[in-house]
């Protein structure tokens, strides 16, 4: 079952998952276009009957920046880091039950340190708690991997399952590497949702 609408840019570009409701609203009012409908399956509304549609294309390219700054949320930051404490290593099934996944920030917060992608890290809430208001270089706790801001194709993805048409797309445009990457994403979120 397709969860979401692959948005394309003009340019083919993967843009980001769009739920269903609003691919058609941009279809409807012809913002974008039908560029893979699920097979047999259709929507209908009392004037007009439309394909459901598995990916879609803008019918205007929008710029999007080079560093596309999307807000960091756990959901994206624990993805990024694989769901592992950065600092003990542990994957989140290896956690004690009165563990969890938290936000740390490299530069606290209270030293005056921001939440962007380059300063957060994911870490078990004992680590979080051992490396309180310190600097990694204050404490000797340094992150397993520097983190860096990933590419907002891959956070739009971290969580979500593609289809077979959907990852055709993003191997078209990005290769078969990223749609790995992604692939190995999935399945971990899944393995902890599941
Ligand atoms: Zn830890």
């Given at each position: ?13 993967p843009?980001?998952m ?10 409807i009012d ?15 509304s ?22 596309f ?29 009165r ?69 055709r ?26």
């Open positions: 079952m397709i969860v979401g609408c692959l948005a394309l840019n003009a340019s083919f570009e843009l980001t769009v739920p269903l409701k609003r691919a058609l609203r941009l279809v012809g913002k974008a276009e039908i560029v893979e409908a699920e097979q047999g399956r259709a929507i209908r009392e004037r007009l009957t439309l394909p459901r549609p598995a990916v879609i294309r803008l019918t205007r390219f929008i710029h999007v920046p080079r560093k700054r999307r807000q960091v949320t756990n959901t994206f930051l624990f993805a990024r880091d694989e769901y592992r404490c950065q600092y003990c290593g542990r994957p989140a099934q290896e956690l004690k039950p563990e969890a996944l938290t936000r740390d920030h490299l530069v606290p917060l209270s030293r005056g340190g921001t939440n962007e992608w380059t300063n957060v890290v994911t870490a078990c809430s004992s680590c979080n708690t051992r490396k309180s208001n310190r600097l990694p270089s204050e404490i000797g706790m340094h992150p397993l991997h520097q983190p860096v801001e990933p590419h907002f194709v891959h956070l739009s993805w971290a969580v979500r399952r593609l289809t077979p048409i959907q990852s797309y993003i191997r078209m445009f990005y290769g078969a590497e990223t749609l790995h990457h992604l692939e190995v994403l999935e399945q971990r979120a899944a393995r902890r949702i599941g």
